[in-house]
């Protein structure tokens, strides 16, 4: 569950079910690499957010390897986890210091898919990732 804060950012009520952690890691992943360059901060902020969610091997997980975009989204069945993958993908447009149009047009497509309400984040990076962080612990 999520709510809007005093501040009016999404602030998680409650961590997310673990089922919909690999979906959310999945789009992270996707939208870092659609600009065709990876960004070292990008990777480490995911690696963390797997982490914090006792996931650091996600990416061997059959299931993850039989993700696309489209089972992710439709994975994301409730609000507060398309919400979480709203934060998460901001979080990773926010990480990567030379954001390209792709990366800008995969979350708008992800975020139609979800059919998910926006959000508002914080401005501070490392404030953002702390919110992230909440979803998935």
Not at 42 to 53: N, Y
Not at 110 to 131: F, N, Q, Y
Request: glycine share 2%.
């Amino acid at each position: 569950m999520s709510t809007e804060s005093s501040n009016g950012t999404t602030t998680p009520i409650k961590a997310i079910s673990k089922r919909y952690i690999p979906a959310i890691l999945y789009l992270a992943e996707r939208m870092a690499a659609s600009d065709k360059d990876l960004a070292s901060k990008e990777r480490t902020v995911i690696l963390q957010l797997a982490e914090a969610a006792n996931m650091k091997d996600f990416r061997h997980k059959k299931e993850f390897s039989e993700m696309d975009e489209d089972k992710a989204c439709n994975t994301l069945d409730i609000e507060p986890a398309r919400r979480a993958a709203l934060v998460v993908l901001a979080l990773i447009l926010k990480a990567d210091g030379q954001r390209r149009p792709e990366e800008h047009d995969y979350f708008r497509r992800v975020r139609t898919k979800l059919g998910a309400d926006s959000i508002k984040v914080p401005v501070d990076l490392e404030a953002h990732k702390e919110m992230a962080t909440r979803f998935f612990s």
